[in-house]
Nanobody
């Protein structure tokens, strides 16, 4: 009933850009904090960026200045614009929703709804 669907992943060269989308169905994203997480093979799931109901953001140090999270409530969609991509950004990227009113934190256990993930590969 409540679903998040990621799209926009693919293969890009180092230094390239990619925009991921997270579309919600069954609920309105305007009442939720939305986070992007990623997981590379053999590594723990890592928080990337999150956005509050009012548009405030919190980024991991590894992506600050390169990735930008945004939301379009009219489209019930959250985006992750990824620029200056590096091979170490290669991972499956997931979006997730948390019913929180104030602030956001990149703690995966706090998020209630998760998408299926989309693969991002950065390689020359």
């Amino acid at each position: 009933q409540l679903q998040l669907v990621e799209s926009g992943g693919g293969l890009v060269q180092p230094g390239g850009s990619l925009r991921l989308s997270c579309a919600a169905s069954g609920f309105d994203l305007d009442g939720y904090v939305i986070g992007w997480f990623r997981q590379a093979p053999g590594k723990e799931r890592e928080g990337v960026s999150c956005i509050t109901r009012s548009g405030g953001t919190n980024d991991a140090a590894s992506v600050t200045g390169r990735f930008t999270i945004s939301r379009d409530n009219a489209k019930n969609t959250v985006y992750l614009q990824m620029n200056s991509l590096k091979p170490e950004d290669t991972a499956v990227y997931y979006c997730a929703a948390e019913r929180r009113w104030v602030g956001c934190r990149l703690i995966d256990s706090r998020y209630d709804y998760w998408g299926q993930g989309t693969q991002v590969t950065v390689s020359s």
